[in-house]
């Protein structure tokens, strides 16, 4: 198939029949978990919930290539944006905290942003889409950008409430700053469109929402889809059977909030929050990430209001997953599945209009190579080994072979990491996701310059069996019957990747 890209000028390996070149719109969610409609059904996060209230992104979803099983390479932002922008995992862009910069830890290496703007795109950013600050990110990677950046004021957002309903009687002289970015998006639109239009110059706009990220901050109306009489608890509200204590994150994020500080939680291990607090946590969660629909569905209409829709590429994910309270953890920094998994889908004018559903295990490392294949950009290469030194390689897939076949032969396993120190040593947690289980290990990691695992020094292992177990309850690292799973599952992790691409792609 790869000899119809000479056939097209490079437009795609697939049959597209006109070879103009798409415009792209990038959108971001801050924390969304794939809490979403489209993602009803086996694999999704939580078994117990009300009807989530997300028409627009349900309607993108149907348009697109829909990710059911897509995994995050670190359940932290910076970590996993960087990963994702750059199409490399966090052992190679050495960011794995909110503090590092890819350009200055890892190598100078091409972001997805600026090789569309290296190939002639207008490259416009708002939002947060790196992670912001100089330390992290030299304040937006401005190398990316062919115009100014965006940010917006954060306005009704404090320390002192984890989360908020503001009256949308306010909300008219004051916006929420998603409001903000995503009117700028529309302005930033209308004034690409004739350019993009006329074949000129085609865009690559990316907008980063900042919600259901804490403190959840949302318009009062938004709470009138989640009746407080409809919130659950979770069903399982303890760690782990055998959890080892490396694979707990005590949620400082949410207890930095004036609101949960004044409870007193210590973020202890099957120490829980209180139920009502559960509750209204729950419920404000859902009600900021349908606000946060309702902006995606804004900026995705303007496209057919001004006649793009059948020219722009639109792709969503959120950067990663998040735990409201099920095995009475919060937030994000773990390797638990709530947390690696997270929404994504592509929608690819002509190609994904009836809609794509795989259950394929992939990963946010092969979004660039997918975006550049479907623009009709040149192939990335797959990275070597060491790739420091090389600017624009990928190490993730491209998805448009699942276009075609949403069954095709695949990789048959998916990878995240993340790192903690424990008693004073750096550790890093490895984990596998297959078809069937998650299985971490928690190690010394050497840090800079060699950045490498010691596995013979081991602060826990966890074995997960999601056909008997997918809320991940019982760890069954050391039960006899899982012995020969856990030689194999440990061998995979180790040799890392690599080993887990399809024959195609190792070439
Ligand atoms: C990084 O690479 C870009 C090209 O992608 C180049 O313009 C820039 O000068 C490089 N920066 C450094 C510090 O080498
Ligand atoms: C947490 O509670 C569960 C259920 O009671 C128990 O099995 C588990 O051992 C506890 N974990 C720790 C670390 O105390
Ligand atoms: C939290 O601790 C403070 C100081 O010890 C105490 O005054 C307060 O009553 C405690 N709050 C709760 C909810 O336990
Ligand atoms: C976009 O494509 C759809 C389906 O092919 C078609 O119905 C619609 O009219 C097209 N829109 C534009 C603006 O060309
Ligand atoms: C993919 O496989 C699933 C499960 O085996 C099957 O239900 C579905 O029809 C297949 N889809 C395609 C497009 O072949
Ligand atoms: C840290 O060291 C203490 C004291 O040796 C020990 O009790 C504790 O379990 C260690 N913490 C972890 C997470 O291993
Ligand atoms: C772990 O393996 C390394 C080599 O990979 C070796 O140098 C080291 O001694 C081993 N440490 C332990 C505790 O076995
Ligand atoms: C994935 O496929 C490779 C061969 O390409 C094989 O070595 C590996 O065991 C497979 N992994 C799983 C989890 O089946």
């Given at each position: 198939m790869r000899l119809l890209l000479i056939l097209c000028g490079l437009c795609s390996r697939l049959?597209v029949?006109?070879c103009?070149r798409k415009n792209v719109?990038f959108?971001v ?36 290539l829909?990710l059911?099983?897509a995994y995050v390479q ?5 970590p996993s944006r960087t990963s994702l922008l750059t199409g490399r995992r966090p052992d190679t862009t050495h960011v ?6 890819f350009r200055?830890?890892g190598g100078n290496f091409t972001t997805i942003p600026e090789y569309f703007k290296m190939n002639g795109y207008?490259s ?5 889409i790196f ?10 990677d401005?190398i990316s950008w ?56 085609p865009?690559f706009?990316a ?106 590429i639109?792709s969503?994910f ?26 994504m889908?592509v929608?690819i004018?002509?190609l ?8 394929q295990l992939t990963e946010f490392v092969d979004l660039f190579p997918t975006l550049a294949e479907a623009a009709g950009l040149d192939l990335l290469p797959l990275c070597p080994d060491h790739s420091a030194s090389i600017g624009l390689c990928r190490e993730g897939m491209s998805l448009i072979p699942l276009v075609q076949?949403?069954?095709a032969?695949w990789k048959?396993?998916s990878f ?80 890392g990747w690599r080993i887990a691409l399809p024959s195609s792609e190792k070439s």
């Amino acid at each position: 198939m790869r000899l119809l890209l000479i056939l097209c000028g490079l437009c795609s390996r697939l049959l597209v029949t006109k070879c103009s070149r798409k415009n792209v719109l990038f959108l971001v969610s801050d924390d969304m978990r794939p809490q979403i409609g489209a993602y009803e059904g086996q694999y999704f996060p939580s078994s117990i919930h009300p009807p989530m209230f997300t028409p627009n992104l349900d309607a993108l979803a149907s348009k697109s290539l829909l990710l059911k099983r897509a995994y995050v390479q670190q359940a932290l932002c910076s970590p996993s944006r960087t990963s994702l922008l750059t199409g490399r995992r966090p052992d190679t862009t050495h960011v794995t905290d909110l503090v590092h910069y890819f350009r200055r830890v890892g190598g100078n290496f091409t972001t997805i942003p600026e090789y569309f703007k290296m190939n002639g795109y207008e490259s416009v950013g708002m939002g947060k889409i790196f992670h912001p600050g100089y330390l992290a990110s030299d304040n937006d990677d401005p190398i990316s950008w062919t115009m100014p950046y965006f940010h917006g004021t954060r306005n009704f957002e404090s320390k002192a409430n984890s989360w908020k309903a503001i009256s949308d009687d306010l909300l008219k002289n004051k916006p929420l700053i998603d409001k903000q970015i995503a009117d700028h998006a529309l302005s930033t639109l209308q004034k690409l469109a004739p350019a993009a239009k006329s074949g000129q110059k085609p865009f690559f706009v990316a907008v980063g929402f900042h919600k259901p990220h804490l403190p959840f901050v949302f318009p009062e109306s938004f709470l009138q889809h989640y009746p407080i009489s409809e919130i659950r608890l979770p069903n399982n509200e303890y760690a782990p059977i055998n959890m080892p204590k490396a694979a707990w994150f005590d949620y400082t994020g949410l207890r930095s909030y004036h609101d949960i500080s004044a409870l007193n939680a210590t973020g202890a291990i099957n120490s829980t929050l209180p139920r009502d607090v559960v509750l209204d946590l729950r419920r404000a969660y859902y009600s900021a990430l349908s606000w946060t629909d309702s902006l995606v569905g804004l900026v995705v209409n303007e496209l057919s209001k001004l006649g793009l829709e059948n020219d722009t590429i639109v792709s969503f994910f959120g950067d990663h997953g998040w735990q409201l309270g099920e095995h009475s953890e919060w937030c994000k920094q773990t390797n638990f599945e709530l947390a690696t998994h997270a929404p994504m889908m592509v929608h690819i004018p002509g190609l994904t209009d009836k809609g794509i559903v795989t259950e394929q295990l992939t990963e946010f490392v092969d979004l660039f190579p997918t975006l550049a294949e479907a623009a009709g950009l040149d192939l990335l290469p797959l990275c070597p080994d060491h790739s420091a030194s090389i600017g624009l390689c990928r190490e993730g897939m491209s998805l448009i072979p699942l276009v075609q076949n949403p069954n095709a032969t695949w990789k048959n396993a998916s990878f995240s990491q993340y790192p903690r120190v424990i008693n004073g040593t750096s550790i890093m947690g490895y984990t596998i996701r297959t078809d069937r289980y998650r299985y971490t290990e928690w190690v010394k990691f050497i840090g800079a310059p060699t950045y490498k695992p010691q596995w013979n020094v081991s602060f826990g292992v966890e074995l997960y069996d999601h056909q008997k177990d997918p809320d991940e309850n019982f760890n069954g690292a050391f039960d006899p019957s899982y012995v020969q799973t856990v030689k194999q599952l440990s061998y995979l992790l180790h040799v890392g990747w690599r080993i887990a691409l399809p024959s195609s792609e190792k070439s």
